[in-house]
């Protein structure tokens, strides 16, 4: 019996073969393929490095430079400052569609997020630019909080807005499924005992759901870093991403050593995050 058992667990195991060997070709090849690439020296005037050239470090002891830090900066602050928008905001329209008890109304709020990604991504950057355009409604609202039009400080206002809708519908689909596990008993137990509904909400349902949001977070999170057509169309040339960066040192340059040092440094950087996140999160929740 057990000779016949581990029979059927080795030809499972060769079903995972085929899976394997795609995994490998169509991404740790590449992600190699780029790693060599970013300790290759360039030459000036090539495009990409030599075949034969020598390896070197300094395509990352470049990113020491102070223009570099700024871009990476900027990268990661208006990222975090779109995904906890997103997430927030998410979380309440998802609410709103967890409970709501018409099934006809819940289809149809699901519906729309649903349509929202199959939207081109490019014609909904350029509606949201069209907002902010001298003749935009939009445009007339920056001067209401302090800040001039066509200045770098309205660019960073309208490359949120394009992250924020970006990512909202992927964040309400994360966590509406989460939210419809929490027993809304919970939440009517809590005010029977004199808390408020906005008290019950923050005390019952948001520690009860705290896995998804820190999972909407992450998946967000790592979303909005890779972003390049947002900065790239609402930025205006005054809010550049990583992901700019890196197409200007291929795409314009023909630098593949910096384009690919920055790739890997951006990879690096966004593994760290989840990680880190994921190892707070997990002890915070073992001691609790």
Avoid at 73 to 98: E, K, M, N, Q
Wanted: proline residues 4%.
């Amino acid at each position: 019996m057990p000779a016949i058992v581990e029979r059927r667990h080795l030809s499972a195991a060769w079903l995972l073969v085929p899976g394997l060997l795609m995994l490998a070709l169509l991404l740790f090849a590449p992600l190699l393929n780029l790693l060599d690439q970013s300790l290759r020296v360039y030459v000036s005037g090539h495009v990409g490095a030599a075949a034969d050239a020598s390896y070197t470090t300094q395509n990352y002891t470049d990113f020491l430079n102070t223009a570099y830090s700024l871009y990476i900066a900027d990268t990661f602050r208006i990222s975090l400052i779109a995904t906890v928008l997103s997430v927030v905001s998410g979380s309440l329209v998802a609410f709103r569609i967890a409970r709501e008890p018409r099934a006809t109304i819940r289809k149809l709020w699901l519906a729309l997020i649903v349509g929202m990604l199959f939207l081109s991504a490019l014609v909904r950057v350029y509606s949201i630019n069209l907002l902010f355009a001298p003749a935009g409604f939009l445009r007339g609202a920056l001067p209401l909080i302090g800040i001039t039009p066509n200045t770098a400080a309205a660019s960073e206002i309208m490359v949120i807005v394009g992250m924020v809708n970006q990512l909202l519908p992927i964040s309400i689909l994360t966590l509406v499924a989460v939210i419809q596990n929490v027993n809304p008993r919970l939440v009517e137990a809590a005010q029977a005992l004199g808390a408020s509904r906005t008290q019950a909400h923050l005390t019952v349902t948001v520690p009860l759901c705290r896995r998804g949001l820190i999972g909407a977070f992450l998946i967000t999170y790592t979303l909005s870093l890779s972003s390049f057509v947002v900065p790239m169309v609402l930025g205006r040339g005054q809010v550049i991403f990583m992901s700019n960066l890196i197409y200007a040192r291929f795409a314009e340059l023909s630098n593949y050593p910096s384009g690919s040092a920055l790739s890997i440094s951006l990879l690096l950087i966004s593994l760290i995050i989840v990680l880190f996140t994921a190892r707070i999160t997990a002890r915070n929740w073992d001691a609790t």
